[in-house]
C-alpha cells in the first residue's frame, strides 16, 4: 500500500517568513491533493498536481510536484496569521479517486 | 458557494448503540464519500458510493457499518453497534466528474 510521509510533523513560523511543506510517497503518484484542515471547518481544498513537474499557485501558496512524480512540496510566501492550520497531502488510492492522507504538517504563525 | 453539509457536527453515544450520520453533498455532485480521522491520526478512507451502491471500501469499512443514499440529497453512514474504537471524526466528501473532492466540516462521534 502506499505510504505519503509528510515533514515537517509541525512548524511555527513568525509572520511574514517563507515556509515548505514536504510530501513524500512511497510509489508514484497520479494525483497529489494539497487540503488545509481548520476545526470545526472540515478539509478545505488548496490544489491538486497531476503532471510530473507540474507546479500552481493560489495567492501566496506555491506546490509542485517533482519530475518523477513521488514528492510534492507546498510553499507559503510571506505567511500570515491566516495560514495557520493542518495541511494534509493526499493521493489516489485508486481509479475511484478515493483519497490516501498523510498524517498533516501543523502551521502555527505567530505574530 | 455550495458545500458539504454534515449534521449533527457532535454525536454522543452509548456503546453498542447505533448511530446515524447525515451528509447533504453538493447538489449536482455524482460521488460521495465518508472518511474518518481518530484524534492524533491520520484521514483515513471508509467508502465511496456511486450510482445508489458501494464503489470501494476499506478494511475499516465491516459489516457494522452500512451506507445508504435514502433520497435525492442526504447520504448517511450508519453503524450498527458503536465501539470506543469507533470515536473519530467522520468527514463526508463529494465531487462532480472529476476528481477534486470536497469535505464537509465532520461529525464528532464521541462513544461512551
Known amino acids: 500500500s502506499q505510504e505519503l510521509e509528510q515533514s515537517p510533523q509541525s512548524l511555527i513560523v513568525q509572520e511574514g517568513k517563507n515556509l515548505t511543506i514536504n510530501c513524500t510517497s512511497s510509489k508514484t503518484l497520479y494525483g497529489l491533493y494539497w487540503y488545509k484542515q481548520k476545526y470545526g471547518e472540515g478539509l478545505i481544498f488548496l490544489m491538486m498536481?497531476?503532471?510530473?513537474?507540474e507546479e500552481k499557485s493560489h495567492e501566496k501558496i506555491t506546490a509542485k510536484l517533482d519530475e518523477k512524480k513521488q514528492q510534492s512540496s507546498l510553499h507559503i510566501t510571506a505567511s500570515q496569521p491566516s495560514h495557520a492550520g493542518i495541511y494534509l497531502c493526499?493521493?489516489?488510492?485508486?481509479?475511484?479517486?478515493?483519497?490516501?492522507f498523510g498524517k498533516g504538517t501543523s502551521l502555527l504563525v505567530t505574530p | 458557494e455550495p458545500e458539504v453539509t454534515q449534521t449533527p457536527s457532535h454525536q454522543v453515544t452509548q456503546m453498542g448503540q447505533e448511530v446515524i450520520l447525515r451528509c447533504v453533498p453538493i447538489s449536482n455532485h455524482l460521488y460521495f464519500y465518508w472518511y474518518r480521522q481518530i484524534l492524533g491520526q491520520k484521514v483515513e478512507f471508509l467508502v465511496s458510493f456511486y450510482n445508489n451502491e458501494i464503489s470501494e471500501k476499506s478494511e475499516i469499512f465491516d459489516d457494522q457499518f452500512s451506507v445508504e443514499r435514502p433520497d435525492g440529497s442526504n447520504f448517511t453512514l450508519k453503524i450498527r453497534s458503536t465501539k470506543l474504537e469507533d470515536s473519530a471524526m467522520y468527514f463526508c466528501?463529494?465531487?462532480?466528474?472529476?476528481?477534486?473532492?470536497?469535505f464537509g466540516a465532520g461529525t464528532r462521534l464521541s462513544v461512551l
Open positions: 493526499g493521493a489516489d488510492l485508486n481509479s475511484g479517486y478515493a483519497l490516501n
Open positions: 498536481l497531476q503532471k510530473g513537474g
Open positions: 466528501a463529494s465531487r462532480a466528474g472529476g476528481p477534486i473532492q470536497y
